[in-house]
């Protein structure tokens, strides 16, 4: 298992977080998923997903990886 760390533009409250959390969760693969509002971090763990899967699934949230 593997941690990717991600920077996301545009999060910025809760309903942000909570948004790109349950997107990314939704991925198989996924095992945990850690957002950080005030760096705009976040942190994937689990093994078998692609970068590319992760930046769809933060779009479908409405924000998107930098």
Do not use: N, W
Request: proline share 2%; with cysteine; charged share 30%.
């Amino acid at each position: 298992m593997s941690d990717r760390t991600y920077t996301v533009k545009g999060m910025t409250c809760g309903h942000c977080k909570a948004s790109v959390t349950e997107e990314i969760t939704e991925l198989p693969g996924v095992t945990g998923v850690d957002v950080d509002l005030e760096t705009g971090r976040v942190t994937v763990a689990g093994e078998g997903f692609t970068d590319e899967e992760i930046r769809k699934a933060v779009e479908e949230a409405g924000y998107q990886v930098v």
